[in-house]
RNA sequence: GCGACGAUCGUCCAGUUUGGUCUAGGACAUCAGAUUGCCAAUCUGGUAACCCGGGUUCAAAUCCCGGUCGUCGCACCA
């Protein structure tokens, strides 16, 4: 298995990506910059998500405001449930966790969501005192990973939202009239969220910005079998760990076995399984986790962890949560905003549950990316296996040497190409080492202009995987990548 | 956030032990030119780095302190 170190170094040697704001040498932790052709990838996986995912089923996407305000998160709980409380020393200015301190030193087991002034009573009670240079400490605070931000010239309280899915909640009922809605309704946001993590680590691992690609199912609780469309994906072949053991099986065999709960989540896991397989991670390689109760989020009633196999062991890529309506009744509890709608397929005024698909979109990059990676020590060469449709560049026209007759023929190809397509032109150096650069980052097709296109306007198509030639009219060349760009 | 270790061209490494030889060297990569009829060829020339701040010293890439970042372990991952 490649390792990540080798991953990582390719990245900084190529452009996918690298350290945000590296010149200066006060940049944090947990910022990452996608270069030129990590951000062609990350935009075609994206697409792709979009492609098999949002279209396929008909979804309604959105884009919303990554700062939002106070009350947001009140209602979404993460103001109480996403801080913990933090106890500073007064002289040496040591930080601890209240709730692991105080169950460390003193024994109590204490509720991560105890008040602060418990805290310092407990801290009193028991004259605990930093056990460092034995100081006492300051009041207690919150420490929470939501980034706080100040608008306007008040600074008023709002939030740089931790999750995208905040935005499809509170924009729900509008989004539902507006797009006379049926149940059950996808919505599908891609974009930013930000977490203050206490230690970033592995660059696009675990970031403190990043990418989120959620779905949020809102559907009808007492029709979560009443899904038809169930039936085309009854076959589809899903691995599920439920930690005691894991098995191999259809979607159809584990809604019988009761391993998946009903036929709505079983459609989704199955469409998500789908789309991954077309991403070129080693499907062998994956994996349906059931979390336990201990793991699961606050709101999450069912929770399994879509993950795949690095070589740093099992990563999480997509948290599927069925929120039942935790978010949508928060949300019409502290705005005062009604939020049941009719169903209007049953008739019913109901309160919508929501089934998610959280995707990380970073981790699913670099998973790709690993998994695509092959070492071809018979050709001495490294060669990124990546899908055409997700490949940063399609395909490079390169002039067999450097001579003006082939270079212009071979301007004139690329000229005609890259307004429909994602293309490079290269001229320098050896041919040989032209392809072996392109198959580093993954570029499917090499377009050869040799001293035989001048007599009969042909070129060589050289295929990145087997290295094999072929050769084809410059005049089919659009409609080549046309097919080939599809996938 | 804690602890251990580390940080030199785009990448990998030498130089730090024992301060002066370092206006920092090599390899790969890259750029320009020459050459080249298909898989990292060759030749010539070039670009390019001591993480940041402070201290010690006649003198710091090298020693000391602080910070930042990275790796690993613990904790965290709602």
């Not at 040697?13 to 910059?33: L, V």
């Not at 024994?107 to 009670?125: A, S, T």
């Not at 939030?159 to 797009?179: A, G």
């Not at 076995?257 to 469409?271: M, T, V």
Request: hydrophobic letters at 35%.
């Amino acid at each position: 298995m490649v390792s990540y170190d080798r991953i990582m170094k390719l990245s900084l040697e190529r452009g996918f990506y690298f350290p945000s704001s590296e010149i200066y040498s006060d940049s944090p932790a947990g910022f990452w910059e996608y270069g030129p052709n990590g951000n062609n990838i990350k935009n075609k996986f994206i697409e792709l998500w979009r492609r098999e995912l949002v279209r396929r089923d008909d979804m309604i996407e959105i884009d919303g405001s990554q700062i939002m305000s106070k009350n947001v998160f009140v209602a979404s709980g993460h103001i109480d449930n996403f801080s913990d409380p933090v106890i500073v020393c007064s002289k040496c200015k040591s930080i601890f966790r209240a709730d692991k301190f105080i169950l460390e030193t003193a024994g109590i087991d204490v509720p991560e969501r105890v008040p602060n002034n418990e805290v310092d009573k407990i801290l009193n009670q028991y004259n605990l005192k930093c056990p460092k240079c034995l100081s006492s400490f300051q009041q207690t605070e919150r420490f929470n990973m939501m980034f706080k931000v100040g608008i306007g010239p008040n600074n008023d309280e709002a939030y740089l939202r931790p999750e995208t899915c905040q935005t499809i909640f509170v924009d729900f009922t509008r989004i539902f009239k507006i797009m006379r809605g049926k149940l059950p309704v996808p919505i599908a946001q891609v974009g930013k969220s930000f977490r203050n993590e206490v230690a970033p680590r592995q660059s696009l691992l675990r970031l403190r910005e990043f990418y989120q690609a959620e779905i949020e199912v809102f559907c009808n609780p007492n029709q979560l079998d009443a899904i038809s469309k169930f039936d085309d994906i009854q076959d589809t072949t899903l691995t599920i760990d439920e930690g005691t053991k894991v098995s191999k099986l259809t979607a159809k065999e584990a809604l019988d076995n009761q391993i998946i709960p009903n036929k709505l989540i079983g459609y989704y896991l199955s469409i998500l399984y789908e789309f991954y397989e077309k991403t070129g991670i080693d499907m062998n390689q994956t994996r349906f986790r059931k979390l336990s109760d201990q793991e699961k989020a606050f709101y999450a009633t069912i929770a399994l962890d879509f993950e795949v196999k690095t070589s740093l062991g099992w990563l999480e890529l997509v948290a599927c949560n069925y929120r039942s309506d935790y978010d949508l009744s928060q949300h019409s509890k502290i705005s005062r905003e009604k939020m049941e709608i009719m169903d209007p397929v049953t008739n019913e005024k109901i309160l919508p549950h929501v089934f998610e698909l959280s995707l990380g979109v970073d981790r699913s990059i670099y998973s790709i990316l690993e998994h695509s990676f092959a070492e071809d020590h018979e050709n001495k060469r490294v060669v990124l296996k990546l899908k055409p449709y997700l490949a940063p560049i399609l395909g490079a026209i390169l002039p067999l040497v450097k001579k003006p007759e082939l270079e212009e023929i071979a301007k004139n190809i690329y000229c005609n190409l890259k307004k429909d397509f994602d293309m490079y032109y290269d001229g320098s150096g050896s041919i040989g080492r032209r392809y072996r650069r392109l198959e580093e980052i993954g570029v499917p097709f090499a377009i050869t202009v040799d001293y035989d296109t001048l007599k009969d306007s042909t070129v060589t198509i050289r295929y990145r995987d087997t290295m094999e030639q072929r050769r084809i009219k410059i005049k089919d060349l659009k409609s080549f990548f046309e097919i080939n760009k599809k996938p």
